[in-house]
Nanobody, 124 residues
Framework: QAQLVESGGGLVQAGGSLRLSCADS????????MGWFRQRPGKEREFVAA????????DYGDSVRGRFTISRDTAKNTVSLLMTNLRPEDTALYYC?????????????????WGQGTQVTVSS
């Protein structure tokens, strides 16, 4: 069972960068596809990025493709999201999710494990 804790959120000016991290204290991290999602005030949770269990496959939401990069470190049981060229509309609560799958394409749904979220605020 994944036990996820996000960190790295904060306040940044537009055009700046942040790196979010998600640590899994469970024992099956290498079996999980990992994803980042975000929820803006008054909006539904939306997909941001995902990476397959082996790190080969990645996927990005249209609004972040080319600006955000997802990566994972299996030795440290962590997944990271490097966010560059941040915009005010990236302001949201960012969540890390996990699902057990061995698919090369990680997928955008079916995540059953979630962290508590980390707040990212981008000022204009």
């Amino acid at each position: 069972q994944a036990q996820l804790v996000e960190s790295g959120g904060g306040l940044v000016q537009a055009g700046g960068s942040l790196r979010l991290s998600c640590a899994d204290s469970g024992r099956a991290f290498s079996h999980y596809a990992m994803g980042w999602f975000r929820q803006r005030p008054g909006k539904e949770r939306e997909f941001v990025a995902a990476i397959s269990f082996g790190g080969v496959g990645t996927d990005y939401g249209d609004s972040v493709r080319g600006r955000f990069t997802i990566s994972r470190d299996t030795a440290k049981n962590t997944v990271s999201l490097l966010m560059t060229n941040l915009r005010p509309e990236d302001t949201a609560l960012y969540y890390c999710g996990a699902k057990e799958t061995y698919a090369v394409v990680p997928g955008r749904s079916g995540y059953g494990y979630w962290g508590q979220g980390t707040q990212v605020t981008v000022s204009s």
